[in-house]
């Protein structure tokens, strides 16, 4: 893992190539955090968060299984937060509860709350159909609809009510597409199926679908584990412009990633939120034992 770092040929290889050099030292060092704390380190909260997550626990068959633990977390205005950990350390689980995705899953119960902009969306009041507007989501495998290109497009705002006019519909469509990188490639064959793009464009497409209904956050899991480097780099840059205007979080596997995309990053393991912090200072700098071991390769 620490060799595939390294290695990387990337633009966070320095920030990697500092955090390679001075890992000996700290190993000599005693962690000021053990691996049996179990307690957050780091700043979990910020200053107007866009999402406040507070003491989420999810539970899994009907309360067997306890997924999450526990968690406090803020999502800051206009930044992008990644989640990091090994398998099966609840970051999906965690990241479906900010549009209630979960709610789908039979079984599944969620304990906490979540403001959105100081409403929290598990109240009984709260519409998960415009919910999951505000909170778009964007998975690991493209799933465009069987639809055209323009259709894909132009189908949330039609259900949402946003559109009245073909000149509104044309509109939005062009206006998404340019914010996810993908008119010049299809603007001659909008008429085209969505399912003949190559898999970085359907994933953009995906986006532009998102981008569409204007949302507040944008999230996003593993939205790059499919693709080949160049539809990755192409991604990694649409975040880095999309965050001026939305939130955004994404679980990622790729350490490379989150140090390349994010302004802050949470580490997860086991259900526990363990360290949260910026993310120069959890790749160069972790405070917490098991961050170390994650980072530098020991499990995961």
């Avoid at 064959?189 to 793009?197: I, S």
């Avoid at 790059?224 to 991604?235: E, F, H, N, V």
Wanted: glycine content about 8%; some cysteine.
């Amino acid at each position: 893992m620490q060799a595939e770092i390294i290695n990387a040929m990337s633009p966070d290889a320095e920030l990697f190539q500092a955090y390679s050099n001075r890992t000996q030292s700290m190993e000599n060092r005693s962690m000021q955090v053990p691996r049996g704390d179990r307690r957050t380190v780091g700043q979990a909260t910020v200053e107007n968060p866009k999402v406040r997550c507070e003491n989420v626990d999810i539970f899994y068959d009907l309360g067997e299984k306890k997924a999450i633990n526990n968690i406090t977390l803020d999502i800051g205005q206009n930044e992008v937060i990644a989640m990091i950990g090994p398998s099966g350390c609840g970051k999906s689980t965690f990241l479906r509860s900010m549009n209630r995705m979960n709610d789908t899953i039979e079984g599944c119960r969620m304990d906490g709350k979540i403001f959105l902009e100081g409403k929290n969306i598990y109240d009984k009041d709260v519409d998960v159909v415009p919910l999951r507007a505000q909170v778009g989501m964007v998975f690991q495998k493209p799933n465009p609809f069987p639809k055209s290109i323009y259709d894909n497009v132009a189908y949330g705002p039609k259900i949402h009510g946003l559109v009245r006019t073909k000149n509104q519909t044309d509109e939005i469509v062009e206006h998404s597409l340019i914010r996810a990188g993908l008119w010049e490639e299809v603007k001659d064959r909008l008429d085209k199926p969505g399912t003949g793009l190559s898999g970085g464009q359907q994933q953009r497409l995906c986006i532009a679908r998102t981008i569409a209904v204007g949302p507040e956050v944008i999230l996003m899991d593993e939205p790059c584990s499919a693709l080949d480097p160049i539809a990755t780099a192409i991604i990694e840059d649409l975040m880095d412009e999309l965050r001026k205007e939305y939130s955004i979080v994404i679980v990622t596997h790729s350490m490379q990633q989150a140090s390349r995309v994010s302004q802050r990053t949470a580490f997860f393991h086991l259900g526990d939120l363990i360290e949260i912090g910026p993310t120069e200072q959890i790749f160069l700098n972790p405070i917490h034992q098991l961050t170390q071991d994650y980072i530098t390769g020991r499990f995961g």
